[in-house]
């Protein structure tokens, strides 16, 4: 039964755009793309949230860490996109574990606050810093390519293929990020993470170093937003601070694993799946009506996460489906 | 010299200010152990309602602080008994996310109702103050500033004694300690949540309603004040009133000699690097008891 529904999952998520391309659509591969990487977000933001249990309000650090290093690489130095994502990757993993360790002492909501304020000193940073561009930010040029895989591999789409290219990127990322968790989730890595949320004192008890891990933790998490940072930048043809720290890389995946169910890994891409196209299919059917760029899905969005706090706070994915599908 | 003492004054002032935003929180969250996101949510409520006071009706914001207080209690209570009194017996993450919720909700409610265009209050009588100056030793003091920062401080002192020397704040403290203990003397834990949840909802409301004399109102106003007055509840040590006076002052001086030095978007940086910094080798803040 799960075997037959990840088969076609796979297959649905490979297959559907290109009917729609060949007929000039792009707006569906474009959906597409966000739900890729506010999933691929939710799995990397479920390791630190989910697993090692500590709330995490300032993931889009990593996020615009990761958009900064491959677009300076590419614009200064030429280094192409999937090469600027391992430097940038190992830059943000190495920035977040210096960041964080201090911050490991502190738990619950003091945990929280100060990733916040990680994140609030990173703002006046991003408009101010000359070398990255300011305020302004960096512009990326579009090198033309010839060739599918050369352009495939420099991540620079454009034209028709664009909304398509993009969107297989993501779906490779996502598939890495996916295969990624599965193991982290079976292997002792995650089981010391769960350790360590479950009781502390306990995990400490039989030799685990909390703080290490929880640590390593939230490098994971940074390396998989740092990773869609640099596929959004690229995609965005620009970087600057108000565009990447902006507060929702950070909220969205929350909401989306919140939603699916946290500490179980298809809960974020459960949540992904309902809440972007909710958004999509307003900004769409509200068109430009006097409500449309209201914020009207955000609206919607709050009243979901309150609901699923008040009733289900396991998320979607902890409801009895087995039974109810039989 | 003077430029520095100037700014150490201002910041001051503006902390008087923070003090009242901030303390809210310090029932909520410091005393009653509730996280509570939504909070300048709530001062953006107080915020916009006081702005529409003033334009649509013309009532001034200082006159707006008895029926908003009013109203934002009701509102406040009623967030505990719909939503928060669900979520507070499980996992510490479910206050988080439900709040996250209102937050959004609330939010964008305002969006799509005013848009997200900044107002401002162009008439008022803290306003119409703005001419009036005081010298002192070279410093210059403005007078709507000042005798906003002297309201404030009067409402925070009436808090305190209503917290720290009445049967009511007592009960409050009790229930904060130990319910179970509350509950066997006679006090019903569930209503000291709500009436907490209330007055802390009252208090930033009125808040929002003097600081909409000297700040912009949007509808995405509110978080940067949700972190601060974390800041400041943090900093002042959790459930101390005085500690988060203390805390809000020293916050308003750090913000106003940052920007002497440095351009202003550094102003909260400095606030955070500095709650980052005592959270690491005084967790329990400045005033805390534990």
Request: proline share 4%; charged share 10%.
């Amino acid at each position: 039964m799960r075997r037959i529904a990840l088969a076609l999952g796979v297959l649905a998520a490979i297959v559907y755009p290109i009917p729609l391309q060949l007929q000039g659509y792009t707006y569906y591969q474009t959906v597409g793309f966000l739900v890729l990487i506010t999933a691929m977000l939710g799995l990397g933001w479920n390791v630190i949230g989910g697993w090692a249990g500590q709330f995490d309000f300032g993931p889009q650090v990593f996020f615009a860490v990761g958009a900064y290093v491959a677009a300076l690489l590419f614009v200064r130095r030429g280094v192409d996109a999937w090469l600027g994502m391992l430097a940038a990757v190992a830059v943000a993993m190495a920035l977040c574990a210096v960041l964080t360790y201090p911050l490991t002492g502190l738990r619950g909501h003091y945990f929280a606050i100060a990733t916040v304020a990680i994140w609030m000193i990173a703002q006046p940073i991003g408009a101010t810093w000359e070398f990255i561009g300011g305020s302004q930010g960096l512009f990326i040029p579009v090198k033309p390519h010839a060739g599918v895989v050369s352009t495939a591999l420099s991540l620079q789409f454009t034209g028709p293929m664009k909304a398509l290219g993009y969107y297989y990127s993501a779906l490779v990322l996502f598939a890495v990020t996916l295969a990624l968790m599965a193991w982290v989730e079976r292997s002792k890595l995650g089981y010391y993470f769960r350790a360590v949320r479950d009781d502390q004192e306990a995990a400490e008890g039989i030799g685990i170093d909390s703080r290490r891990y929880k640590v390593v933790a939230r490098s994971v998490t940074a390396a998989v937003f740092a990773a869609a940072g640099v596929l959004y930048a690229f995609w965005a043809l620009s970087v600057f601070p108000e565009q990447v720290l902006e507060l929702n890389w950070g909220t969205l995946p929350i909401m989306a694993t919140v939603v699916g169910g946290i500490g179980r890994l298809w809960g974020p891409v459960l949540g992904a799946v309902i809440l972007i196209p909710i958004s999509q299919i307003m900004s769409t059917t509200l068109g430009t009506g006097p409500l449309a760029g209201r914020g009207i899905d955000l609206i919607v969005y709050g009243i979901i996460i309150i609901l699923i706090a008040a009733f289900r706070p396991t998320g979607l994915l902890s409801l009895p489906w087995g039974r109810w599908l039989r | 010299m003077t430029e520095l003492a100037q700014a150490i004054v201002n910041g001051l002032q503006m902390g008087f200010l923070y003090a009242l935003v901030a303390v809210g929180l310090t029932i909520i969250w410091g005393l009653m152990e509730m996280i509570n996101f939504a909070h300048g949510e709530f001062l953006m409520l107080g915020m916009f309602g006081a702005w529409w006071l003033s334009v649509a009706v013309g009532v001034d914001p200082l006159l707006a602080i008895v029926p908003l207080g009013i109203l934002m209690y009701g509102f406040g209570t009623l967030v505990y008994r719909l939503l928060m009194r669900r979520v507070q017996g499980g996992d510490p993450f479910t206050q988080i996310f439900a709040t996250i919720g209102l937050l959004f909700l609330l939010q964008n409610t305002v969006v799509a109702g005013f848009t997200s265009d900044y107002r401002f209050v162009g008439d008022s009588v803290l306003t119409r103050l703005s001419g009036i100056k005081l010298q002192l030793l070279g410093i210059t003091f403005g007078a709507p500033l000042l005798a906003a920062a002297g309201l404030a401080l009067l409402l925070f002192l009436a808090l305190y004694l209503l917290i720290e020397r009445t049967e009511f704040g007592l009960a409050l403290q009790a229930t904060s300690e130990d319910r179970e203990a509350a509950r066997l003397v006679g006090i019903r834990p569930q209503r000291m949540f709500a009436v907490a949840w209330g007055v802390g909802a009252a208090l930033v409301a009125i808040a929002g309603a003097i600081l909409v004399n000297f700040f912009a109102v949007y509808p995405q106003v509110g978080l940067q004040f949700t972190v601060l007055a974390y800041a400041i509840v943090a900093l002042g040590g959790f459930g101390s009133i005085l500690g988060t006076l203390f805390a809000a002052l020293v916050v308003g001086v750090i913000q106003s000699v940052t920007v002497v030095y440095l351009p202003p978007a550094f102003k909260d940086a400095f606030v955070f690097a500095s709650y980052l910094l005592i959270g690491l080798f005084r967790p329990q803040g400045l005033f805390g008891r534990f």
